[in-house]
C-alpha cells in the first residue's frame, strides 16, 4: 500500500495519541498519507500533527490510486466517509474512539497490530450493500447524495401524531404501516436503529433488507426480511404538511405528496477486516452474547 486517505469527523484531546500512533506506523511504512481537509484543520489547530500533509475535501478529489482509507471515530465517522468514498471501490477501515462501533472494528490499543495484519496481506474485503433513493416530485436534497449504507427512514416530523407509510414490494401493496416511522436497512445496519425498534440482526454478506416499524399503531406489525432485489415504494399520509427522510445520518424534509422509491445500490462499500477480527466477535463483544452479566456492578 502506497497511498492512504485519513478521515475524522470529529477531534477530542483524548483521540490524539491514536492519531500520532496510526502516523508513526504509516510513516514507517513509507506510505504517502492524505487528510480530510476540516479534520486536517481542526488537527493543526490543536498542534497534534508535526508535518505538513496534503489533504481531499470533496468526493472530486479522491480516485482509485488511493489503497484505503482510514476513519477515527465511531461508525457515524464510517457513514459520512462513505459520502467521500461512494461507487471509487477504496475500502475503509475505521479505528474506534467511539462508543459501540460495528463498523470502526479496530481497538484503540490494537493500531499498529492492525496495520501489521493489513500490510502482511492478513485481511478480507466484505462487501457491503447499499440503498439508492428516488423521489417524485424529486427533492434536490436527496438527489444529490441519493444513497445511504445503513437505513433509509421516513419519520412524523410533528411528535403528537403517527404517520401511515403504505408501502409496496415489487409494485404489489403490502400494508399500510400507522407508526411513528419506517426504516429500510441494510445488513450492515440492522445493527444500527434497526435493532433498537427489535429488528433481526443480518449478516454483512446477506443478499436481504429489513423493513422494521418505528413504534408501529398495530402490535401485530412486525419486522419482515426481504430480498435485496426487490423495489420498494412508500407513500406517506400524514396530517402535518412535512414528514422527514433520514438518509443514515442526512436529515431532509419533505412534502406529504411526496412518493418514495427504494432499491438496493449499483454499487457497495469495501469494508477491510484484519484477519484477528470477525463480524462474529464484534457482535459478540458489543451485545455481550454469552456473558453472565447478573452479579456483574452496574455503575
Known sequence: ????????????????????????????????????????NLLNKNETLTKKY???????????????????GGDGTILRAVTYV????????????????????????AIKEAIEYIFNGEYTIQERSLLSIKTIPEIKKISELNFALNEITISKKNTTSMIGVKTYLNKEY?????ADGLIIATPTGSTGYSLSCNGPVILPESKSLVI??????????????????????????????????????????????????????????????????????????KLLWGEDIRNKPSF
Open 212 to 285: 422494521t416499524p418505528i413504534a408501529p399503531h398495530n402490535l401485530n406489525a412486525r419486522p419482515m426480511i426481504i430480498p435485496d432485489g426487490i423495489s420498494i415504494e412508500l407513500d406517506v399520509d400524514a396530517r402535518e404538511k412535512k414528514f422527514l427522510v433520514s438518509l443514515d445520518s442526512r436529515i431532509i424534509t419533505v412534502p406529504k405528496n411526496t412518493k418514495i422509491f427504494i432499491e438496493k445500490a449499483s454499487f457497495t462499500i469495501k469494508s477491510m477486516m484484519p484477519n484477528n477480527q470477525s463480524f462474529l466477535q464484534t457482535l459478540r463483544s
Open 54 to 72: 496534503p489533504t481531499f475535501s470533496h468526493f472530486n478529489d479522491l480516485n482509485n490510486s488511493f489503497d484505503l482509507l482510514f476513519t477515527v
Open 1 to 40: 500500500m502506497k497511498k492512504i486517505a485519513i478521515y475524522g469527523q470529529s477531534y477530542s484531546l483524548s483521540s490524539e495519541k491514536e492519531i500520532q500512533i496510526l502516523l508513526k506506523v504509516l510513516e514507517e511504512k513509507k506510505v504517502v498519507v492524505f487528510f480530510e481537509k476540516q479534520f486536517y
Open 86 to 109: 461512494r461507487d471509487l471501490n477504496i475500502p475503509i477501515l475505521g479505528i474506534n474512539i467511539g462508543r459501540l462501533g460495528f463498523l470502526a472494528s479496530v481497538k484503540k490499543d
Open 174 to 178: 403490502l400494508t399500510n404501516y400507522w
